[in-house]
């Protein structure tokens, strides 16, 4: 396994669409995390799993978005109705229940909304 | 909130020579994480820290758990140029399980 894998690397997108991104966390671990970073911030939480079960939202999370870890593998976040705000690198990590606070990160979908 | 300051916000130094830069929060944690990320990449783990006074290295990194558990350090030892990146602070919500970053300390290396 060769870490987090996250599709697509880039996504360019007009205002008002909707947008799928895929994380693919290390095999072993349960759990996943989604974080949002514009320029010059650092990485804010989004949201976790623990296996399929979402655990914690922020209040970052408006109704647009949406994610889902169906098996407790792979997970998805959607994004509906873009707005230009919505412009940001999408981070996901994963980690294992031992060595939690040790997040893993994949290498990001960066979004861009015209 | 829960906030995270590091400082300074940039640095521009000459390969050789050593780096120091520290993280303050507003509230207690109980676990500190070093992070670098490049451009287009995600950031990486460079050191975890778990107790209160904890020192740890990681080849030229250092990194100290502060006394106060609300503040920590990261120093680099004669920089190279690949050092050059983004250096995250952060800390864990033990109660949340929630990661919380700081806002970057972005490190650039004169040959």
């Known amino acids: 396994d060769t870490g987090v894998s996250q599709n697509p690397r880039h996504k360019i997108t007009k205002r008002g669409q909707n947008v799928t991104f895929r994380c693919d966390p290390i095999s072993e671990h349960n759990r996943l995390y989604w974080y949002r970073q514009t320029l010059g911030q650092g990485p804010e939480f989004l949201t976790y799993f623990q296996n399929e079960a979402q655990l914690e939202k922020s209040r970052l999370l408006s109704d647009r978005f949406s994610a889902e870890r169906p098996k407790g593998s792979f997970s998805t976040l959607e994004i509906q109705r873009t707005e230009q705000g919505d412009s940001a690198m999408y981070l996901c990590a994963s980690s294992s229940d031992r060595g939690g606070e040790k997040l893993f990160f994949g290498s990001g979908t960066q979004l861009s909304v015209l | 909130g829960q906030q995270l300051n590091q400082s300074p916000q940039s640095m521009f130094i000459q390969e050789g020579e050593d780096v120091s830069m520290n993280c303050t929060s507003s509230s207690i944690f109980n676990t500190w994480l070093w992070y670098k990320q490049e451009p287009g990449e995600g950031p990486v783990l460079l050191i975890a820290?778990?107790?209160?006074?904890e020192l740890t290295s990681n080849g030229r990194l250092t990194a100290q758990f502060g006394i106060t558990r609300k503040d920590s350090f990261l120093n680099i030892s004669a920089s190279i140029p690949s050092d050059v990146g983004i250096y995250f602070c952060?800390?864990?919500?033990?109660?949340?399980?929630?990661?919380?970053f700081g806002q970057g300390t972005t490190l650039q290396v004169k040959p």
């Open positions: 952060a800390g864990l919500d033990h109660y949340t399980g929630k990661l919380i």
């Open positions: 820290l778990y107790k209160a006074g």
